[in-house]
Nanobody, 121 residues
Framework: QVQLVESGGGLVPAGGSLRLSCAAT????????MGWYRQAPGKQREKIAS???????SYPDSVKGRFTISRDDAKNMLYLQMNSLTPEDTAVYYC???????????????WGQGTQVTVSS
């Protein structure tokens, strides 16, 4: 089992910045990759950043150049630095971890409770 808790969301003006944090506990040794997703009202949940256990990041075009994912393995923390925010970035942001099921070659997804990010115009 892996538990994820996000923090750092809030209300910011357009053009502002926020830094989200995700604390991971539990069976961290089973985690293969971690990332950030977001879900706006009426929209599908979308992946906005991911990072492998070797530190390779990945971003979709919608946030590339504005968002930066990072990880602190010593503290079991995941971060998302968000710059140049726009109202279209308004959503609930979720921390995600992909892990392997014990004694099985199967992936399991874990999610945090989400943190609200609201960007005003």
């Amino acid at each position: 089992q892996v538990q994820l808790v996000e923090s750092g969301g809030g209300l910011v003006p357009a053009g502002g910045s926020l830094r989200l944090s995700c604390a991971a506990t539990g069976s961290i040794f089973t985690v293969n990759a971690m990332g950030w997703y977001r879900q706006a009202p009426g929209k599908q949940r979308e992946k906005i950043a991911s990072i492998t256990m070797t530190g390779t990041p990945s971003y979709p075009d919608s946030v590339k150049g504005r968002f930066t994912i990072s990880r602190d393995d010593a503290k079991n923390m995941l971060y998302l630095q968000m710059n140049s925010l726009t109202p279209e970035d308004t959503a609930v942001y979720y921390c995600h971890a992909q892990a392997t099921k014990p004694l099985a070659r199967e992936f399991v997804d874990y999610w945090g409770q989400g943190t609200q990010v609201t960007v005003s115009s």
